[in-house]
């Protein structure tokens, strides 16, 4: 999954643009603004609450086209928020798509990457619309020390996983094997435990699950750094709460595909495994590390944005739309982003807190999550 998605040279992310009608898939904040309004809101609602501590940085993981973070920018300079008060990093492992978010975010085309110093942890550097800077980086871990709004969404999806079956040995991995005969690829099953069974919690009761090491080292690192240097996340993503047992597919042109077809040609992704993240986040890796975390979640988004009002924005938009065929792309966005049918009950919403804000959530408890 890592090689077929991200290799450098023949990766699925790393020379082209997949998204939209174009694309093999939509996601919610190329569907509407009004997604990443609401995020930008209770972005904006939770830095308050905890005191409007600056400088901070906005980081997006896996940004896409930009879509989320331009949405997000514009929302916060409506707030009055100064461009000195925050600095923007996202994390993108596809130089391509890096592109496409400068052009989306940014005054200029910055591609003098060699003026950047020698020691610099990210890859690229340039100035919003708004002018706060941007930088690019390629892994959570290379991110600056300061307080943290971290966003993630329909990333965890496109992290590696393993799968697992139980079998009367105990578990097994299935593998990716080339069938000589026909030149193929097909799955096998181990013949031995392989390290990914290190994974499976103790009270794990499926026979058939997907693991994502990748996943719960990253969001241990995101935890860990909400813990020391103050912070909130907020991820989204379509996934379920450890019940599910088999949903690696691959998409192409807005259909599903096998993902051992011409790999690197289509998307593959996983649902993710909330109930696997929650419990990474708040079980630190060793005890000096940080004391666990606080997690909200998961709420379905179509409670998520119906609570933060998007009915009412809805009405705001449709109140100075200037014609018909905008205003009914307008009502069929917001179907397709609340309706259960659509991705109203697929996509959830979590929310990670460091622990010191115990007290101060139960008083003003995080806006969408009940
Ligand atoms: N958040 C966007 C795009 C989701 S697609 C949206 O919702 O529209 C996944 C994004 O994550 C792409 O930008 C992809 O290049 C990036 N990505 C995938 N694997 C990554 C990794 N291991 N590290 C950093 N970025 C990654």
């Given amino acids: 999954m890592k090689e077929v998605l991200t290799n450098p040279s023949a990766g699925y992310y790393m020379s082209k ?78 130089p391509y798509l890096s592109q496409i978010q400068e052009k989306c975010l940014c005054k200029t085309q910055n591609e003098k990457i060699s003026e950047l110093p020698i020691d610099s942890q990210h890859y690229k550097e340039s100035k ?50 080339l069938n000589r005969e026909d030149s193929t690829l097909r799955y096998v099953l181990s013949r031995e435990r392989t390290p990914a069974a290190l994974y499976c919690r103790e009270n794990e009761v499926r026979k058939d699950l997907e693991i994502s090491p990748q996943s719960s080292v990253t969001i241990q690192v995101m935890a860990s750094r909400i813990h020391q240097d103050g912070g909130i996340g907020l991820v989204i993503d379509y996934g ?24 690197g040609t289509a998307d593959l992704t996983a649902d993710v495994d909330f109930s696997a993240l929650k419990w990474a986040a708040t079980h630190p890796r060793s005890v000096e590390d940080w004391k666990a975390n606080l997690t909200f979640g998961t709420v379905d988004q179509k ?15 449709l109140a100075s739309c200037r014609n018909e065929k905008l205003a009914n792309d307008l009502k069929s966005a917001h179907r397709m982003l609340t309706d259960p049918m659509e991705m109203g ?14 007290k ?11």
């Fill in 17 to 94: 643009d997949v998204f939209g009608e174009k694309g093999d898939f939509i996601t919610s904040p190329e569907i509407s603004q009004m997604f990443g309004e609401l995020i930008a809101i209770w972005l904006i609602n939770e830095w308050t609450k905890c005191g409007k501590p600056t400088p901070f940085q906005i980081v997006e993981l896996g940004p896409g086209r930009g879509t989320l973070m331009s949405d997000v920018l514009r929302v916060f300079s409506k707030f009055k928020m100064a461009e000195s008060d925050f600095s923007v990093s996202l994390v993108e492992v596809s």
């Fill in 360 to 370: 101060i959530l139960l008083k003003y408890p995080p806006p969408g999550f009940s």
């Fill in 240 to 263: 379920h709460e450890g019940d599910k047992t088999d949903t690696f597919r691959g998409f192409k042109n807005h259909k599903l595909h096998d993902p051992l077809v011409e790999p």
């Fill in 128 to 177: 919003s619309l708004y002018g706060s800077p941007v930088r690019w980086y390629n892994h959570i871990s290379d991110l600056p020390h300061t307080f943290t709004l971290f966003l993630a969404h329909e990333f965890f999806d496109a992290l590696p996983i393993h799968k697992l079956v139980k079998v009367d040995q105990g578990w097994r991995e299935v593998l990716i094997d």
């Fill in 303 to 317: 409670d998520f944005l119906t609570r933060m009002g998007i009915n009412m924005r809805l009405e705001k938009l």
């Fill in 345 to 358: 009950s697929k996509f959830k919403f979590l929310a990670l807190y460091p622990a010191v804000m115990e």
